[in-house]
């Protein structure tokens, strides 16, 4: 999704999105892609927060796997 949305043919997880040509249009982009892909509630800040893949991808890891937590009594 990362590549797509740079228009890259690779991904490098310890590349910046915006060093790697994104800018705030293509966050955009890969926010919804990536909420879609997902079903999680990833927002533009948690990307400016962590624009590195790999940052971003254990963020994304950490809402999925809270999202499909059961539910405390």
Known sequence: MWA?????AQE???RDFFAA????LLVT??????R???DV????QVVLDHPVLKDLA???????????????P
């Open 4 to 8: 797509e949305v740079l228009g890259s």
């Open 12 to 14: 490098d997880r310890e």
């Open 21 to 24: 040509g994104g800018d705030s």
């Open 29 to 34: 982009r890969a926010v919804l892609r990536a």
């Open 36 to 38: 879609k892909a997902w």
């Open 41 to 44: 509630d990833l927002t533009v």
């Open 58 to 72: 254990e963020q994304i890891d950490l809402m999925v796997r809270s999202a499909q937590a059961p539910a405390q």
